[in-house]
């Protein structure tokens, strides 16, 4: 089969290797319906983040089943799938609480390290253990270029919103002041969701540096502010000067951490939502 392989920072080729097999009766064959680049490809495309060679690249793919081990059950031959960016065992004490991205048996997909990965799925051919309880059936009703989103890209971001702003009252949902500092995919998905869990009451503020993903943020409903012009104080404005009640940092790296708490602290102080911010990002 084809593959797209990492050889080091800005470069990588499509080469030829064995297509994988069935190993454990809980894996699965998958061959290739959709995949995308994700941020974290480009990372280590970049150098940005050090990478041990020689793995397939990406984590967000849709599938067809070609072949299954015996021992599973709910899925069949040829249905169409979404592939989680990591695999989930469904019995150790995360997947018991729904937190299956914490899975104590997870292998990341097109990982920049060799242990607990599989190779990634911009390949003809994909295997994935422990399928059972990873692999999401395709819904029909969902068009393949959105659905490649479903992989990573949306869950990412519904989730970080949904961990703050699912169930809230009415009268909080209109208090809330939530941030979402990068408007990229993930983060136009976490704008999407903030705004569907608050009924669109919620001011949700879209804060980044480049014109035309303020322009979508904006779009969505979401109120645009340029990285550089000020975010604090109009965030501080916005919210009476208590700052924001939730912040989503969806730049995904550990330089952006420090900023998304400045929106929350003015004086210096760790606050409840400083402590909600912290808690999302890890949680993303
Ligand atoms: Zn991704
Ligand atoms: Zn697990």
């Known amino acids: 089969m ?22 454990e009766p809980t894996d699965a064959i998958l061959k290739a319906s959709s ?22 690249c990406g984590h967000e793919t849709v599938e067809h089943i070609v072949a299954l081990g015996d021992s599973v059950k709910n899925h069949q ?3 169409h ?41 911009q390949a003809e051919c994909l295997l994935v253990t422990n399928v059972t309880s990873s692999l ?30 699912k169930n809230l009252p009415e009268k909080q949902q209109e208090d809330t002041v939530a941030v979402v500092l990068g408007c990229g995919p993930v983060g136009i998905c976490a704008i999407a969701s903030a705004l569907h869990f608050t009924n669109n009451k919620a001011k949700v503020f879209a804060v980044d540096s480049i014109p035309e993903r303020l322009e979508a943020a904006k779009k969505l409903g979401a109120i645009p502010i340029n990285l550089l012009d000020n975010p604090i104080e109009k965030i501080k404005e916005a919210s009476s000067g208590r700052g924001a009640d939730v912040v989503m940092e969806v730049v995904g790296h550990v330089d952006a951490l420090a900023p998304s708490a400045k929106f929350l602290v003015w004086e210096c102080t760790m606050n409840r939502s400083a402590s909600q911010a912290l808690l999302s990002t890890r949680k993303m």
Do not use: W
Request: hydrophobic share 40%; aromatic share 12%; glycine share 12%.
């Open 35 to 56: 995949t995308a680049l994700c941020g974290s490809d480009l990372r280590y495309y970049r150098g940005h983040q050090k990478a041990t060679p020689g793995f397939v």
């Open 2 to 23: 084809r593959a797209v392989v990492f050889n080091g920072p800005f470069d990588v080729k499509v080469v030829t290797k064995p297509t994988p097999r069935i190993r």
């Open 136 to 165: 999401v059936k395709a819904l029909s009703m969902i068009a393949e270029d959105l659905l490649v989103l479903m992989a990573g890209v949306f869950p990412t971001g519904y989730f970080a919103a949904s961990r703050f702003l």
């Open 77 to 79: 031959i040829g249905d």
């Open 81 to 121: 799938v979404v592939v989680p960016f990591s695999t989930s065992c469904g019995g150790c004490f995360y997947c018991n609480q729904g937190e299956s991205s914490r899975c104590l048996k997870a292998a990341l997909l097109g990982c920049i390290t060799p242990t607990f990965s599989l190779d990634g799925g």
